[in-house]
Protein backbone atom coordinates (compact mmCIF):
# COMPACT_ATOMS: atom_id res chain seq x y z
CA UNK A 1 0.00 0.00 0.00
CA UNK A 2 1.18 3.57 -0.84
CA UNK A 3 -0.50 6.82 -0.11
CA UNK A 4 1.16 10.72 -1.39
CA UNK A 5 -0.14 13.67 -0.57
CA UNK A 6 0.47 16.50 -2.28
CA UNK A 7 -0.29 20.43 -1.95
CA UNK A 8 0.25 23.26 -3.98
CA UNK A 9 1.76 20.85 -6.66
CA UNK A 10 1.27 21.30 -10.61
CA UNK A 11 -2.38 19.75 -11.96
CA UNK A 12 0.21 17.88 -14.24
CA UNK A 13 1.79 15.91 -11.68
CA UNK A 14 -1.45 15.07 -10.11
CA UNK A 15 -2.44 13.84 -13.38
CA UNK A 16 0.67 11.93 -14.00
CA UNK A 17 0.14 9.97 -10.37
CA UNK A 18 -3.68 9.38 -10.90
CA UNK A 19 -2.69 7.19 -13.76
CA UNK A 20 -1.60 4.49 -11.10
CA UNK A 21 -3.23 5.44 -7.69
CA UNK A 22 -6.84 6.25 -6.67
CA UNK A 23 -7.30 10.30 -5.72
CA UNK A 24 -9.86 9.81 -2.57
CA UNK A 25 -9.49 13.40 -1.88
CA UNK A 26 -7.84 16.45 -4.18
CA UNK A 27 -4.15 15.76 -3.37
CA UNK A 28 -4.85 12.60 -1.64
CA UNK A 29 -3.41 9.50 -3.76
CA UNK A 30 -3.78 5.66 -2.68
CA UNK A 31 -3.11 2.26 -4.24
CA UNK A 32 -1.04 -0.56 -4.06
CA UNK A 33 2.06 -0.62 -6.79
CA UNK A 34 5.76 -2.59 -7.16
CA UNK A 35 8.31 -0.85 -4.95
CA UNK A 36 9.74 -0.32 -8.34
CA UNK A 37 6.61 1.53 -9.40
CA UNK A 38 6.53 3.80 -5.98
CA UNK A 39 10.31 4.79 -6.60
CA UNK A 40 9.93 6.17 -9.83
CA UNK A 41 6.86 8.15 -9.07
CA UNK A 42 8.20 9.20 -6.21
CA UNK A 43 11.24 10.52 -8.39
CA UNK A 44 8.37 12.36 -10.64
CA UNK A 45 6.86 13.88 -7.27
CA UNK A 46 10.58 15.19 -6.60
CA UNK A 47 11.30 16.64 -10.48
CA UNK A 48 7.95 18.41 -10.71
CA UNK A 49 7.00 19.17 -7.03
CA UNK A 50 8.13 23.30 -7.58
CA UNK A 51 7.08 24.92 -4.81
CA UNK A 52 4.52 22.26 -3.11
CA UNK A 53 4.89 19.77 -1.01
CA UNK A 54 4.53 16.21 -0.60
CA UNK A 55 4.33 12.93 1.45
CA UNK A 56 4.69 9.45 0.42
CA UNK A 57 3.96 6.72 2.89
CA UNK A 58 4.68 3.36 2.31
CA UNK A 59 3.98 -0.39 3.59
CA UNK A 60 7.55 -1.75 4.65
CA UNK A 61 8.74 -4.58 6.89
CA UNK A 62 10.06 -2.25 10.02
CA UNK A 63 8.95 -1.67 13.66
CA UNK A 64 6.00 0.58 12.07
CA UNK A 65 4.86 -1.70 9.53
CA UNK A 66 5.56 1.88 7.22
CA UNK A 67 7.92 3.96 6.27
CA UNK A 68 7.45 7.55 5.18
CA UNK A 69 9.68 9.95 2.55
CA UNK A 70 9.16 13.69 2.68
CA UNK A 71 9.97 16.71 -0.17
CA UNK A 72 9.06 20.61 0.94
CA UNK A 73 7.30 21.80 3.62
CA UNK A 74 10.39 23.28 6.39
CA UNK A 75 8.15 23.24 9.14
CA UNK A 76 8.35 19.55 9.38
CA UNK A 77 11.00 16.90 9.26
CA UNK A 78 10.73 13.24 9.32
CA UNK A 79 13.38 11.76 11.71
CA UNK A 80 15.21 8.61 11.74
CA UNK A 81 15.87 7.30 15.49
CA UNK A 82 17.12 3.98 14.95
CA UNK A 83 14.67 2.76 13.09
CA UNK A 84 11.40 4.30 14.28
CA UNK A 85 10.19 7.66 12.12
CA UNK A 86 9.12 10.22 14.13
CA UNK A 87 8.18 14.07 12.93
CA UNK A 88 9.77 17.14 14.08
CA UNK A 89 8.40 20.49 13.94
CA UNK A 90 9.79 23.38 14.13
Known amino acids: MVVFILESVPASLRGDLSRWLFEVKAGVFVGRVSALVR????ARVTSKIGNGSALMIYSTN????????SIGDPSRQLVDIEGVLLVKTY
Open 62 to 69: SEQGFWAK
Open 39 to 42: EELW
